[in-house]
């Protein structure tokens, strides 16, 4: 039943991740962009929420003792490398700000289920 639920989580882990690189890659038409300039801060919100939750499933996918670090190494490195792609993929702008809110919001859930865990 363990192995189970740890399998569960991965694939929830993965799924999740696929979707974040695929919704963070994909060229996005000059209009849309020109619509979401005017959102920015909205932007950075999204940017936060959405690593955040990465964050959250990454450490969820630990067990108790924290001994996998792996999701936790995985999902840092997704959100720079997500940014950077950036520099590539035509109607993508890369911004330093987009990479400190995936940062931020990733760390932030880690930390927070971290200490969840501390405390019960």
């Known amino acids: 039943m363990m192995n189970i639920r740890r399998f569960l ?5 993965y799924s999740y ?15 849309r962009q020109l619509e979401e300039a005017s959102n920015l801060d909205l932007d950075k919100i999204f940017h936060f929420l959405t690593f955040f939750l990465l964050g959250v499933i990454a450490q969820l996918t630990n067990n108790k003792k924290n001994e996998y670090t792996y999701a ?5 490195i997704i959100s720079l490398f997500i940014e950077f792609t950036h520099f590539i993929i035509p109607y993508r702008d890369f911004e330093i700000l987009d990479g400190v809110f995936n940062i931020i919001g990733c760390i932030t859930g880690i930390a927070i289920i971290y200490y969840y865990r501390i405390k019960t």
């Open 17 to 31: 991740t696929s979707f974040v690189i695929f919704m963070y890659t994909r060229p996005v038409p000059i209009e």
């Open 72 to 76: 936790v190494t995985l999902a840092l």
């Open 9 to 13: 989580k991965k694939i929830i882990f």
